[in-house]
């Protein structure tokens, strides 16, 4: 049996597949199998699979659609490993990446685990941007995963490795979509499993290709982060707030500053000297003009997009509208 059972979870994305698996192909650590399930998609990565039949232990299988969170489950139903590791189909694996986890999981006994997402080098500008954007400590504080973490570390799917123990105590994910990773990691730790962010095993992931994909994807992590507090309490903080607070100011500032030249040279002055922080951030952190001077336009789009998102489900939330009714009451 294999050591590490890798689940891909894949919609409508073959070429995003094809890049992953020639990935996995270079790894210096070859004890694993790879599971690609195939989430009810159009447009199928089956065809290409037979290209990697030599070179990887790989297996297809196809679902009809249900959702992220419960394709994973599919595969670790499948799974034959010791630990799961899911990565998401648009994640590119670097050849040290299972050597680093197994280097880490001998030296220490924790049960679910995940590591940081990095921009790679031949990633577009706006990909570095967004990449940089989602991981600043200016901007997110810095909770998705540049620093060391135990106990309290929630891996995220992108990159997340939990072990055969964790999954028949769980059952895996929940629900199928809108914050199920973060859901799944909460629990794992509610039920008494200790997890870590392994710094070494990192993936490369490309985030979102345009601005409006970005915005979409934000606005449904707010959404997200709402939708916890269905599940688990104290799930929103401050710092989930910011967002929401950004977008507020920046939009009171402007109307008001109509009316009041004071005002609009005050809230101008606040928000040039923030985005020119984490600008200085880009370029010190990226070594690239060309990454840094697009970090305004993608900052003020995640926090539009996160803080809106937010606001909806609050108000879905308050008028009693829950997206998980078909699932909660097996919680």
Same mark, same amino acid.
């Given at each position: 049996?294999? @050591?590490?059972?890798?689940?891909?979870?894949?919609?409508?994305?073959?070429?995003?597949?094809?890049?992953?698996?020639?990935?996995?192909?270079?790894?210096?650590?070859?004890?694993? &199998?790879?599971?690609?399930?195939?989430?009810? !998609?159009?447009?199928?990565?089956?065809?290409?699979?037979?290209?990697?039949?030599? !070179?990887?232990?790989?297996?297809?299988?196809?679902?009809?659609?249900?959702? #992220?969170?419960?394709?994973?489950?599919?595969?670790?139903?499948?799974?034959?490993?010791?630990?799961?590791?899911?990565?998401?189909?648009?994640?590119?694996?670097?050849?040290?990446?299972?050597?680093?986890?197994?280097?880490?999981?001998?030296?220490?006994?924790?049960?679910?685990?995940?590591?940081?997402? @990095? !921009?790679?080098?031949?990633?577009?500008?706006?990909? #570095?941007?967004?990449?940089?954007?989602?991981?600043?400590? +200016?901007?997110?504080?810095?909770?998705?995963?540049?620093?060391?973490?135990?106990?309290?570390?929630?891996?995220?799917?992108?990159?997340?490795?939990?072990?055969?123990?964790?999954?028949?105590?769980?059952?895996?994910?929940?629900?199928?979509?809108?914050?199920?990773?973060?859901?799944?990691?909460?629990?794992?730790?509610?039920?008494?499993?200790?997890?870590?962010?392994?710094?070494?095993?990192?993936?490369?992931?490309?985030?979102?290709?345009?601005?409006? @994909?970005?915005?979409?994807?934000?606005?449904?992590?707010?959404?997200?982060?709402?939708?916890?507090?269905? +599940?688990?309490?104290?799930?929103?903080?401050?710092?989930?707030?910011?967002?929401?607070?950004?977008?507020?100011?920046?939009?009171?500032?402007?109307?008001?500053?109509?009316?009041?030249?004071?005002?609009?040279?005050?809230?101008?002055?606040?928000?040039?000297?923030?985005?020119?922080?984490?600008?200085?951030?880009?370029?010190?952190?990226?070594?690239?003009?060309?990454?840094?001077?697009?970090?305004?336009?993608?900052?003020?789009?995640?926090?539009?997009?996160?803080?809106?998102?937010?606001?909806? &489900?609050?108000?879905?939330?308050?008028?009693?509208?829950?997206?998980?009714?078909?699932?909660? &009451?097996?919680?």
């Amino acid at each position: 049996m294999p @050591k590490y059972s890798l689940i891909i979870p894949v919609y409508n994305r073959p070429e995003e597949v094809d890049e992953l698996l020639t990935s996995l192909t270079l790894q210096t650590f070859k004890d694993f &199998e790879v599971l690609v399930v195939e989430d009810g !998609s159009s447009v199928t990565c089956s065809s290409l699979l037979k290209k990697f039949s030599t !070179s990887l232990m790989v297996q297809y299988y196809f679902k009809e659609n249900e959702g #992220q969170g419960f394709a994973r489950n599919y595969g670790y139903q499948r799974a034959k490993g010791d630990y799961f590791i899911v990565f998401d189909s648009d994640c590119i694996i670097p050849a040290g990446y299972l050597e680093e986890v197994d280097v880490f999981l001998k030296e220490h006994k924790v049960d679910a685990f995940g590591g940081p997402d @990095k !921009s790679h080098p031949l990633f577009t500008p706006l990909q #570095q941007s967004i990449g940089h954007t989602m991981t600043s400590f +200016f901007t997110t504080g810095g909770i998705r995963g540049r620093n060391h973490h135990f106990g309290t570390f929630h891996p995220r799917s992108f990159n997340m490795g939990i072990s055969r123990v964790v999954y028949e105590k769980t059952r895996g994910y929940l629900i199928p979509f809108m914050g199920e990773d973060l859901e799944f990691s909460i629990r794992i730790i509610k039920s008494g499993f200790k997890t870590a962010l392994i710094e070494k095993a990192f993936v490369f992931h490309k985030r979102r290709t345009s601005l409006l @994909k970005f915005y979409k994807q934000l606005y449904y992590f707010g959404r997200a982060r709402i939708n916890l507090t269905r +599940f688990h309490e104290g799930q929103l903080k401050l710092l989930h707030l910011f967002p929401l607070l950004f977008t507020i100011g920046w939009v009171f500032s402007a109307l008001i500053g109509m009316l009041n030249e004071q005002i609009a040279t005050i809230g101008l002055g606040l928000y040039s000297g923030y985005l020119s922080v984490v600008v200085l951030e880009a370029l010190w952190i990226t070594k690239s003009l060309g990454v840094a001077i697009r970090v305004p336009i993608t900052v003020i789009t995640q926090m539009a997009g996160y803080g809106l998102g937010l606001m909806y &489900e609050f108000t879905q939330k308050k008028r009693g509208i829950n997206p998980n009714k078909k699932y909660i &009451e097996i919680y």
